[in-house]
């Protein structure tokens, strides 16, 4: 992988003279390669984790597992595409396994997200099951985790 998209892979708010310094280029050089790699959709998007905790959020997110029925001439593509147009749906993946589709949600509370699985995701044709699990704390979100570490000092034993 390109040094520069590591680098922003592991922080996006580095400005583009910062990532020019530790690249060694010029920050025109820089610039120009990160909106070539916009341009050509390697680089989607950019994120903040949040701590929603401190924030007061209230979130609900759930895991769906889906089973569905591959379609003749879009295999699971097109189910796939369709689930993951909705604005509830945070991320859809393809998986292997005893499910087909892994499905995060967010809602602002658990009916919304019940709501969702029994009248949108449910009544999808092709879409055999579901299996809703809900998330109840982050600890770890995109490699940050959520608390910082606690060194804890010990105080020395003594016979």
């Given at each position: 992988m390109d040094p520069l998209l590591q680098i922003l892979h592991d922080n996006a708010a580095l400005k583009p003279a910062q990532l020019a310094a530790m690249l060694n280029r010029s920050e025109a050089e820089v610039?120009?390669?990160?909106?070539?790699?916009e341009a050509d959709h390697i680089i989607l998007g950019y994120r903040t984790i949040l701590n929603?905790?401190?924030?007061?959020?209230?979130?609900?997110?759930?895991?769906?597992?889906?089973?569905?029925?591959?379609?003749?001439?879009?295999?699971f593509d097109r189910i796939a595409e369709r689930v993951a147009k909705y604005a509830e749906v945070?991320?859809?993946?393809?998986?292997?396994?005893?499910y087909?589709?892994?499905?995060?949600?967010?809602?602002?509370?658990?009916?919304?997200?019940?709501?969702?699985v029994s009248e949108k995701l449910?009544?999808?044709?092709?879409?055999?099951?579901?299996a809703t699990h809900?998330?109840?704390k982050p600890y770890k979100e995109q490699g940050v985790l959520m608390k910082p570490e606690r060194h804890e000092e010990r105080l020395a034993v003594t016979p």
């Amino acid at each position: 992988m390109d040094p520069l998209l590591q680098i922003l892979h592991d922080n996006a708010a580095l400005k583009p003279a910062q990532l020019a310094a530790m690249l060694n280029r010029s920050e025109a050089e820089v610039t120009a390669k990160i909106k070539a790699y916009e341009a050509d959709h390697i680089i989607l998007g950019y994120r903040t984790i949040l701590n929603e905790e401190k924030l007061g959020v209230d979130v609900v997110r759930a895991v769906i597992e889906v089973r569905i029925t591959p379609e003749r001439e879009g295999g699971f593509d097109r189910i796939a595409e369709r689930v993951a147009k909705y604005a509830e749906v945070r991320s859809c993946y393809l998986m292997s396994g005893a499910y087909d589709l892994l499905v995060v949600v967010e809602g602002h509370d658990l009916r919304e997200v019940a709501m969702f699985v029994s009248e949108k995701l449910a009544t999808i044709q092709g879409v055999l099951s579901t299996a809703t699990h809900f998330m109840l704390k982050p600890y770890k979100e995109q490699g940050v985790l959520m608390k910082p570490e606690r060194h804890e000092e010990r105080l020395a034993v003594t016979p």
